[in-house]
């Protein structure tokens, strides 16, 4: 499974960002795509995750209301639509493929992209 993330970038308090992340050779196994985060100085987060099957969405608390997490089968794509961004948004956002047992652990995703830099302005 190969991962590439995209659509990182400088945004401005309340603004508004979109993260992609294609995909490609998704194995069996592979049945939950999930965005994580890594601020400077901080352990590695969840943000959310989409389950392939039928499309549940998980969030952590503190992006939920603000993030969304969607999928397009047909390009292989999952995306974060971020909206109401703020400062403390600001980290390496990275998608990654995995087992749905454990949506929110790190250790439950097998396959993981590059990153993609998010920075938050005030």
């Known amino acids: 499974v190969q991962l590439q993330a995209s659509g990182g970038g400088l945004v401005q308090v309340g603004g508004s960002l979109r993260l992609s992340c294609a995909t490609s050779?998704?194995?069996?196994?592979?049945?939950?795509m999930g965005w994580f985060r890594q601020a400077p100085g901080k352990e590695r987060e969840f943000v959310a995750a989409?389950?392939?099957?039928?499309?549940?969405?998980y969030y952590s608390g503190s992006v939920k209301g603000r993030f969304d997490i969607s999928r397009d089968s047909s390009k292989n794509t999952v995306y974060l639509q971020m909206n109401s961004l703020k400062p403390e948004d600001t980290a390496i956002y990275y998608c990654a493929a995995g087992d749905s047992y454990a949506p929110r652990l790190a250790g439950a995703y097998d396959y993981w992209g590059q990153g993609t830099q998010v920075t938050v302005s005030s």
């Open positions: 050779g998704r194995t069996f196994s592979s049945d939950i």
């Open positions: 989409i389950r392939w099957s039928d499309d549940m969405p």
